[in-house]
């Protein structure tokens, strides 16, 4: 992803450790574009992979017994009504009404995996998060994700055979491997110019101040 920026500055490199059923990163997905965008910040953004439930059963768990367990029947509302506030502020729609299972996201990866190879991570993870919250798309059914995929031009048969590839998934499960062994404990962490580590959600007045910093450092 990028956005209009000066052609002497250099895009901002930010890679981003994520799981596509965090609401955290969404929301921090959001507020980074935010900041990009008043910024004219330019910037080159890869998506890396995070298990926030690396043990789920591949087909998932319906979502009201996964959130009982977690969190209490009575807590996991109060989260959620939390998190649909400070979504309609940075204007995410979402509706967890409408989510009845909580997938396995390992396949999904996957396919971002895929979507890197072409430049299009930024478009998927976006699809991903979009028809995940505001849909209530099962995205850990493998028919499901290909729908996802579809609706970005990318081609059925090609996505089919990334998601029953085991080199692939090797590759993800190595991925997270080394975010974990780097000391990520939770996501959305981002890593900015492969040496600056900011975890969580961050407002984009932070980000923005963040940019500002970089512009200094670039005019030495």
Not at 166 to 184: P, W, Y
Request: hydrophobic share 40%; glycine share 8%.
């Amino acid at each position: 992803m990028s956005t209009p920026a000066s052609p002497a500055s250099a895009p901002v490199r930010i890679s981003v450790i994520s799981d596509v059923i965090c609401p955290w990163c969404y929301l921090g997905k959001r507020r980074l574009e935010s900041a990009l965008e008043e910024s004219g910040t330019d910037a080159e953004i890869a998506w890396l992979p995070f298990e926030l439930n690396p043990d789920m059963p591949v087909e998932g768990m319906p979502r009201a017994e996964y959130r009982e367990r977690k969190f209490g029947a009575e807590r996991g509302a109060t989260l959620d009504t939390e998190m649909r506030e400070r979504g309609e502020a940075e204007g995410l729609n979402f509706d967890f009404e409408r989510m009845s299972r909580t997938p396995n996201t390992r396949r999904a990866h996957m396919l971002i995996a895929h979507a890197a190879t072409m430049g299009e991570d930024d478009s998927l993870v976006d699809a991903l998060f979009r028809a995940y919250f505001e849909e209530g798309v099962d995205i850990g059914d493998v028919d499901a994700l290909l729908g996802v995929a579809a609706s970005l031009g990318f081609d059925e048969a090609t996505c089919r055979a990334v998601l029953a590839d085991a080199t692939i998934a090797q590759a993800v499960a190595n991925m997270e491997a080394r975010a974990t062994e780097a000391g990520v404990t939770g996501v959305p962490f981002f890593i900015v110019e492969e040496k600056y580590g900011i975890s969580g959600a961050q407002p984009k007045e932070t980000w923005l101040s963040v940019f500002a910093d970089l512009n200094k450092a670039a005019e030495g």
